[in-house]
């Protein structure tokens, strides 16, 4: 009897894992439902460009229905409300309820807050399309604003954050604002372009030669890093800082991390920090009907260490919880999830940018690392655009 499994999230690990499970099983075996709460595949890691128009809407939101086109997948444009694994139901907003034999859950992530007061009611996240052109409108809105009013706050944009994030978001915005005062007759030693971070330096985790070059070329271009001063307290247009400093400003963007999605937090699954723990085939060890792909879970290397929740790992577990799931059903030995690090590049801006690949983690900067990170980009389209062939 054909199995139903629901997929939950259309983002990397949904998208992937969706396609994957068709390339295995046909429609007799298995009736697929993708649930997103938007019509299309964001490519999340290009965002800030979007932010900063170096990017066009449409080569980072792809219509799922065409995408999946070829897959006979059932596509539902909705907002999960809640998982119950016990009861095999998950729960819409739309008030409907949807039952499976198999689930996967990609939902993502969240931006973490910490508990910082104010910080959640006035500031603007990068999650999504529509964060990326409200961001982009904002920051126009008040350069044009500053011309008239001269109001510091106006012509003050401060990055919370300078993770993979805000790093390549403050490269981005160190682009974006010379154009924009030029549109509206500002002079650009008038912007303030700041970018806030609680470690002692920025990008934690790069080599640190890297970390020097990325600091150098985003300060000459005019970026300021306040380090090791983590945000405290936003009240209304003020950003304070542990070290008393106070920033005025009309555009706080926070980038400082992210964390487990809440609906997955409260479904009752063993979770950590709101994500689901997995075995190595990841499924959820206290419901194995449940897979999960994505930042919605935590998935433990052989030192014991945790994988960061990136993109290139979301896509690649998607494809082994699709193999998995067929495997599930038609029986046979589950494949465990062996990830492949290609690397971690860092835009900084169109041209340049830092990171290593490979597994050597060779390092690269500049114009060959911008190009190598593009390159990744377009990897990854063709890669789910060239799958179209494979479906049933
Ligand atoms: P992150 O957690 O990597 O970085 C957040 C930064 O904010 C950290 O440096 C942290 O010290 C800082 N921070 C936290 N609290 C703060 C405070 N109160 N004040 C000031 N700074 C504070 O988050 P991210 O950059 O959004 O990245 C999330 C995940 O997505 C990571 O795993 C990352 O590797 C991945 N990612 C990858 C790429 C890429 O590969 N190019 C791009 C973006 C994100």
């Known amino acids: 009897m054909s199995k139903h499994i629901l997929i939950l999230g259309g983002g990397y690990g949904g998208l992937l894992a969706a396609m994957k499970t068709r390339e295995h099983l046909s429609v007799e075996e298995a009736q697929i439902t993708v649930v997103n709460r938007f ?45 119950s694994p016990d009861k095999r139901e998950v729960s819409l907003e739309d008030g409907s309820i949807l039952t499976y034999d198999y689930l996967v859950v990609a939902l993502g992530s969240e931006t973490a807050f910490f508990g910082i007061p104010g910080l959640k009611e006035n500031s603007f996240v990068l999650k999504s399309v529509d964060d990326a052109i409200r961001i982009r409108a904002h920051v126009e809105k008040h350069i044009a604003e500053y011309r008239k009013t001269k109001n510091k706050a106006s012509s003050t944009i401060v990055v919370g954050g300078a993770g993979l994030t805000g790093t390549e978001l403050s490269g ?162 589950m494949e465990p999830f062996v990830p492949i690090f290609s690397g971690t590049l860092a835009s900084l801006g169109r041209q340049d940018a830092v990171g290593t690949v490979g597994e050597n983690r060779t ?18 389209l063709s890669h789910i655009k060239g799958l179209f062939t494979l479906a049933y």
């Open 363 to 380: 390092e690269l900067k500049g114009l060959p690392a911008a190009l190598m990170k593009q390159a990744s980009d377009i990897r990854y």
């Open 172 to 333: 981005e915005f160190s682009e974006l604002i010379p154009k924009l005062c030029l549109k509206y007759g500002v002079d650009p030693k008038d912007v303030s372009l700041y970018c806030v971070e609680a470690s002692p330096t920025i990008l934690a985790g790069f080599p640190s030669g890297l970390v020097e070059r990325a600091y150098t070329s985003l300060t000459n271009r005019g970026v300021t890093f306040l380090t090791g001063t983590p945000v405290t307290k936003v009240n209304g247009k003020t950003v304070e800082l542990k070290d008393g400093r106070k920033l005025e400003t009309e555009t706080l963007i926070w980038t400082g991390g992210v964390q487990g999605n809440s609906i997955v937090a409260n479904s009752g699954m063993d979770v950590s920090r709101g994500r689901v723990l997995v075995n190595e085939f990841l499924q959820s060890p206290s419901h194995d009907d449940v897979f999960v792909a994505g930042d919605s879970a935590v998935v433990m290397g052989p030192d014991g260490t945790t994988y960061p929740p990136t993109a290139q790992l979301a896509w690649q577990m998607g494809e082994t919880v699709g193999v998995n799931i067929a495997i599930a059903i038609r029986g046979g030995s």
């Open 39 to 83: 019509s299309t595949h964001q490519i999340i890691t290009e965002l800030h460009r979007l932010a900063a128009s170096s990017i066009s809407e449409k080569s980072v939101s792809l219509p799922l229905d065409k995408l999946l086109k070829n897959y006979k997948v059932e596509l539902r444009i909705a907002t999960v409300k809640g998982i």
